[in-house]
């Protein structure tokens, strides 16, 4: 199916243009409570694995390891989706999720690295045919209901990110109930010192890095038990009620090596992709500052382990929020300013890690933290998703796998220094990034949109030549 836009200049979209039918509207639905499962179990065990598994930075090395490989995984997925379709691809995922689960049950370099490299191996299959799921739901809304697309776009990704950000709030609350109980870890053997910014993976003064007390077996093995009950619901969910869906024009026509090379050809053919590149590395990146700095060095360094889930909740509360609003008022605001938004929203709280040391009374400051990075998160999470299906309509499978395969690189990168450097160096490239990475995303929409214009006079100037009494065309 051979994706078009509708270009409409001015034009104001109704809530019935936008038209959300029932049975794109149930294919959405279906595959954001699949993702809802899994990702409850998988957004608590990310939360956790730097604060969870210390020894020898088993978890910092366990999500290194993912990343890496999700990069070869996000190559490889135009061709994987290809040969087996969305909904095979998705139940592989949700096996290696399965897996991956089971290894928190024990974790030592030889179960929980094997598992993350699997793991790896299929996330970027997995976001990539989440990607060309929902975006050829949209397009098929747009098409049949004459709907605007960037509202459509906005609209279904609003679904699913609100269903997945949910995964913030459940899986973290889950985890701090449990742990809770164990009130015999629910302090920290760090000094306030040694927290915050200044955290570094080697305390200078002791020589050793700061340590936060792990919660007994017992607990740990409740908290995998009801993650890998999650697990298998979200498998059972697309096993039963998720349909497969028709492969797009260019799914069908690619043959095996351009699918392969899919991830690399497309930067050379679509400069707007190259110039995207630093602002997909921040998304990753600013995802990682929260998975790892913030939950280990902020968290659970001053307050206990135990606060991570309930601090990480509250992030959740505020994406979720953030997701449902953000996907409404798209369609008034327009992108410009949603990811203007979110641009300051990260400065401002970078720049504020950059400088906190927080202390043991300070609990109010890292929730309101949690809360209004969460609604920058929102932004994100329902924008760019859109943003990408709406430059890159004709190879869509290629431009989400290449965004894939950059956030990949950037995790790892950030995961591997994490091991090496401390909390303000890695704030600092993060702040820097932010603004490259903002002023080139600038760029491209400059140049989107003067193009956007030159169709338009160019459309005019056909329309005035075929009939000229009409003076003026509306488009």
Known sequence: MKHTMKICFGCKTTENEVGITGRE??????????????????????????????????????????????????????????????????????????????????????????????????????????????????????????????????????????????????????????????????????????????????????????????????????????????????????????????????????????????????????????????LFSIVAMQKAVVWTDFTKSYASCTFGIHMVGFVMASYGCATTASAIVTSRIAKYTGRYVLFATAVAIDLTIFIVLYFWAPTADQEVHLFSMAVVWGLGEGIWATQFNALIALLFPERTEAAFANYHCTKAASFTVYFVISLYVCVKVKLLLVIVLLVVGSAMYAGVEVHVYRNRHVVEKEIQVVNVENNPENKTTKL
């Open 25 to 278: 509207t149930w294919n959405v639905v279906i595959i954001s409570l699949s993702f809802f499962a899994v990702f409850t179990a998988y957004t608590a065990l990310q939360n956790l694995q730097s604060s969870l598994n210390q020894d020898d930075g088993l978890g910092i090395t366990s999500l290194s390891c993912l990343y890496a490989f999700v990069i070869v995984s996000a190559i490889l997925a135009p061709w994987i989706i290809k040969t087996l379709g969305i909904k095979i691809s998705l139940l592989i995922s949700w096996v290696s999720h399965i897996l991956y689960t089971c290894s928190n049950f024990y974790p030592t370099f030889a179960t929980l690295i094997p598992t993350s490299i699997l793991l790896g191996l299929i996330s970027g299959l997995l976001w990539t045919s989440q990607g060309v799921f929902i975006s050829t739901n949209a397009y098929s809304i747009s098409e049949n209901n004459k709907a605007e697309i960037h509202a459509t776009l906005s609209r279904l990704n609003g679904i699913f990110f609100t269903f997945f950000e949910l995964t913030q709030i459940t899986g973290n609350l889950i985890s701090s109930f449990v742990l809770n109980k164990d009130t015999a870890f629910n302090t920290t053997m760090s000094s306030a010192s040694a927290c915050g910014c200044n955290d570094c993976p080697v305390d200078v003064h002791s020589n050793s890095t700061s340590k936060i007390t792990e919660p007994a077996n017992s607990a740990r093995y409740l908290l995998m038990s009801i993650f890998l009950a999650f697990d298998v619901l979200g498998f059972l969910c697309t096993v039963i009620f998720l349909p497969a869906i028709q492969k797009t024009q260019w799914a069908e026509k690619a043959n095996g090596k351009e699918s392969v090379t899919a991830c690399c050809s497309v930067l050379r053919t679509d400069p707007k992709l190259v110039f995207l590149l630093p």
